[in-house]
């Protein structure tokens, strides 16, 4: 086709995509260049802009790596990734959900680990965790036999993956569910922390007057044969950004109880202060057992890198 003006790229590239076989490919991308065509002539887009526009997405990539997942950070910030996570679970948006965000700090192969066993594997300050945890199927019965993966921050901020200091899978654990649905482990009471910003994720948030700050909280990923894999997070009910969570991911079922103890039967002899404890149960839903494609396989070397935090504009 002769494009004779604006209006008929458009109507040029969808008769293109109209050839792909694949009807949900063409569905999806007769879609994106209908919306992203229409806000180019929306906001008038000047050539510029475009240049500014296309070196982002080239930074993601190249700020991408095996330690790193730019281009999650970007979604998870723009909030598609918790709007896509509440549009596919909960009866595609309809109900309340304990799906949530995968992140971009997942790693496979975590460590086998028993039931009622530690995931700090390297010395980690701060209080003990103590989590018991039950997976429940939408009619209330227990879901035995589950491979639940569990990682999170350390209190200073850090996934292992980050930080050179904390041993190899320090915070991660892989369990099974017992009889009644249930695991349990020790842990560190995580924190909130900052994600990254010496990247394009940064610069996006500095330019809207943002802060970069996570509400603290837990990582499950559960899989069963008959289940939709559950990818889930508990938030620290007392976090001060909660209201904030710079990834858009807080909703009101995933706010966990964690209780401070302050003396009383301590649930291990090497305590010392106060601990806390967290009881939550989970329900997943019926569905294909899919894992999805880890953001990152490997661990950063060298210094430990500076944490960096923004402040929110009023």
């Known amino acids: 086709?002769?494009?004779?003006?604006?209006?008929?790229?458009?109507?040029?590239?969808?008769?293109?995509?109209?050839?792909?076989?694949?009807?949900?490919?063409?569905?999806?991308?007769?879609?994106?260049?209908?919306?992203?065509?229409?806000?180019?002539?929306?906001?008038?887009?000047?050539?510029a802009e475009f240049q500014t526009a296309i070196g982002y997405v080239v930074?993601?990539?190249?700020?991408?790596?095996?330690?790193?997942?730019?281009?999650?950070?970007?979604?998870?910030?723009l909030g598609l990734s918790s709007l896509i996570c509440l549009l596919n679970n909960g009866n595609n948006g309809q109900t309340e959900t304990f799906a949530n965000l995968l992140g971009p700090f997942w790693r496979e192969d975590s460590p086998p680990t028993p039931n009622g066993a530690s995931i700090v594997r390297s010395p980690t300050p701060g209080?003990?965790?103590?989590?018991?945890?039950?997976?429940?199927?939408?009619?209330?019965?227990?879901?035995?036999?589950?491979?639940?993966?569990?990682?999170?921050?350390?209190?200073?901020g850090y996934y292992e993956n980050q930080d050179p200091l904390q041993a190899d899978m320090n915070l991660r654990g892989k369990f099974t569910t017992d009889a009644e649905g249930m695991i349990a482990f020790r842990s560190?009471?995580?924190?909130?922390?900052?994600?990254?910003?010496?990247?394009?994720?940064?610069?996006?948030?500095?330019?809207?007057?943002?802060?970069?700050?996570?509400?603290?909280?837990?990582?499950?990923?559960?899989?069963?044969?008959?289940?939709?894999t559950l990818i889930s997070q508990v938030y620290v009910?007392?976090?001060?950004?909660?209201?904030?969570?710079?990834?858009?991911?807080?909703?009101?079922?995933?706010?966990?109880?964690?209780?401070?103890?302050?003396?009383?039967?301590?649930?291990a002899p090497d305590l010392q202060g106060p601990w806390y404890s967290l009881d939550y149960t989970f329900v997943m839903e019926d569905g294909d057992s899919r894992l999805p494609k880890a953001p990152i396989s490997g661990k950063a070397r060298g210094a430990r890198p500076q944490l960096a935090r923004l402040t929110r504009s009023q």
């Open 237 to 267: 009910n007392d976090d001060e950004n909660l209201d904030s969570d710079v990834q858009f991911g807080v909703t009101r079922a995933l706010i966990g109880n964690y209780v401070r103890h302050e003396d009383g039967p301590a649930p």
């Open 1 to 47: 086709m002769i494009i004779e003006s604006e209006k008929d790229v458009t109507t040029a590239v969808l008769a293109e995509i109209a050839r792909a076989p694949d009807p949900r490919f063409r569905e999806i991308m007769s879609a994106l260049v209908r919306h992203l065509h229409g806000f180019a002539r929306e906001v008038r887009l000047t050539e």
């Open 127 to 156: 209080p003990a965790l103590f989590v018991t945890a039950w997976f429940r199927d939408a009619r209330g019965k227990p879901i035995a036999g589950a491979e639940v993966d569990v990682w999170h921050s350390s209190p200073e």
């Open 188 to 228: 560190i009471l995580p924190a909130g922390y900052p994600i990254p910003v010496d990247g394009p994720v940064g610069e996006l948030l500095r330019a809207q007057g943002r802060h970069n700050m996570r509400p603290a909280h837990l990582h499950f990923l559960a899989r069963k044969e008959g289940f939709k």
């Open 59 to 77: 930074a993601l990539g190249r700020r991408t790596s095996e330690t790193h997942n730019e281009a999650v950070l970007m979604a998870g910030s």
